[in-house]
């Protein structure tokens, strides 16, 4: 009920070629941030910015003296986002876990795209997306000023959702917790294009699978799904994930009408270069696509 690239492929998650092309060391990580973050709009995580996180916020201002303070968390969590961009997401789950609420987005983001490489279904999969999004609620109220645990909160529900089936996730009513949490985003960080991309995603794919009783039932509308599309676009223009989901969601609508299109934005994420594991994911898939 998010971004998907659909059925991963296990080697992305484990150490290997790709995590070694990736692996961002010392400052470079930092110098890369910048161009890494362009979709998601994560700040640096630095002591500076972790201590703002808690300013005026007890309980998460408790958690992090428990974790030893802004300095250490800072530097765990950019090891974390390491990780994840090495493609190393077990590693990032697992350094986000231990840090509470800080580490709730990396951990999240890392288990979304490690659920890719799990096949559709199995308890595994499950099991990893159902922590996730109890990590995330808790930092959603530990930090609700931090915008991407909500988006990350939305996307893995979002992934479960589509390891369930859309229709189940709309009768156990997942698609009311996606979308709040896909709106606090883009309320706190209009230029959140992974959250734009998803919210039009949402939309055509609640349309793609109710119908014309979509928009009575549950508030979409296709112009609106094209909207966000679209608009995602024009704050990415470079990103492959951000074409690949661009031209998901239009098929999703319209798979006649917009194939072209589609086939266009395929065409232009083939042509980018990776800048870490996750974006290598999407460029493989738009290579891979049909003509």
């Known amino acids: 009920m998010?971004?998907?690239?659909?059925k991963g492929r296990a080697g992305a998650s484990s150490r290997g070629a790709a995590s070694r092309r990736y692996f961002y060391r010392g400052e470079v990580l930092h110098d890369r941030w910048e161009e890494l973050h362009?979709?998601?709009?994560?700040?640096?995580?630095?002591?500076?910015?972790?201590?703002?996180?808690v300013h005026g916020q007890r309980p998460a201002a408790s958690e992090l003296k428990a974790l030893g303070g802004a300095l250490p968390v800072a530097t765990q969590l950019q090891e974390a986002w390491r990780a994840f961009h090495a493609g190393d997401y077990a590693h990032a789950i697992g350094r986000g876990v231990k840090l509470g609420p800080f580490g709730a987005a990396v951990a999240s983001k890392a288990a979304a795209v490690q659920s890719l490489s799990a096949g559709q279904g199995g308890a595994a999969v499950l099991e990893l997306l159902t922590s996730?999004?109890?990590r995330g609620e808790q930092a959603v109220s530990l930090l609700p000023g931090y915008v991407n645990v909500h988006f990350t909160l939305a996307l893995v529900l979002g992934r479960y959702a589509q390891h369930?089936?859309?229709?189940?996730?709309?009768?156990?009513?997942l698609a009311g917790r996606v979308e709040s949490r896909l709106r606090r985003t883009l309320e706190l960080e209009p230029g959140h294009a992974e959250a734009q991309v998803a919210l039009g995603l949402y939309q055509a794919e609640i349309i793609h699978q109710v119908g014309m009783l979509a928009g009575l039932a549950y508030g979409v509308s296709a112009k609106a799904?094209?909207?966000h599309l679209q608009r995602a676009e024009r704050l990415a223009p470079a990103s492959p994930v951000i074409a690949v989901e661009h031209a998901r969601g239009l098929m999703l609508l319209d798979a006649t009408g917009h194939r072209e299109e589609a086939l266009?934005?395929?065409?232009?994420?083939a042509r980018r270069e990776p800048r870490d594991a996750m974006e290598?994911?999407?460029?493989?898939?738009?290579?891979s696509a049909p003509t």
């Not at 369930?164 to 009513?173: C, D, N």
Request: hydrophobic share 45%; charged share 25%; aromatic share 6%.
């Open 2 to 6: 998010t971004t998907s690239t659909g």
């Open 38 to 53: 362009r979709c998601d709009r994560e700040p640096w995580p630095d002591a500076q910015w972790i201590s703002s996180l």
């Open 132 to 134: 996730a999004a109890a």
């Open 164 to 173: 369930i089936s859309i229709l189940r996730a709309l009768a156990e009513g």
């Open 225 to 227: 799904a094209l909207e």
């Open 264 to 269: 266009a934005l395929h065409e232009q994420a």
């Open 280 to 287: 290598a994911l999407y460029v493989e898939r738009a290579r």
